[in-house]
């Protein structure tokens, strides 16, 4: 949903957002090496989020992301209780293929997913058609719902770009029924 949030709200929530949200510098172990995780992350929500082999605790929801993540659920018909945040500072920052299929979702498997600054470039690929590929240029404001089996069918990815000059916000709404901890 192309410009889900008008180009104002989105600029406020964004600067909002990038200045009041306690960002983390993560890292990652990859091949029995330390590697800075390519963007900085946040969470919010009720329970623990395990993924990649971090935790993130839980953290309550600030009056802002509670506002929004009211309304992505009138928008998108599905409860939501938990958020990461992702602060993509430039073109460099990056996150690789993979599928949110890694918590306890008590039924409700939909993701949300709110993109907030420099548009970028979301791809999307079969996990079992290798010839199943898509493009989807994320802008600002925008909102992209998965559900039903997309994450079961399918992975995604938001590549490193060249062309990308600004830094870019996306909160992904999810709900989740237990600590996966």
Partial sequence: ???WLAAGEADALYQQLHDETPWEDLVLRV???LVAMPRRVAYCGPHAY???G?????RAVTPAIEAIRRRIEAAA???FNTVLMNLYRSGADSVS???????PHGGHPAVASLSLGATRRFRIAGKRDASARYSVELTSGGLLLMEGRSQLDYRHALPKSTVVN???I?????FMAASNT
């Fill in 50 to 52: 395990a993924y990649s």
């Fill in 77 to 79: 018909g599905h409860p």
């Fill in 31 to 33: 091949a029995g090496r």
């Fill in 97 to 103: 293929w993979h599928s949110d299929d890694d918590y």
């Fill in 170 to 174: 996306n909160l992904t709404f999810r």
């Fill in 1 to 3: 949903m192309p410009d």
């Fill in 54 to 58: 971090l935790i993130h605790e839980p």
């Fill in 166 to 168: 600004g830094p870019r």
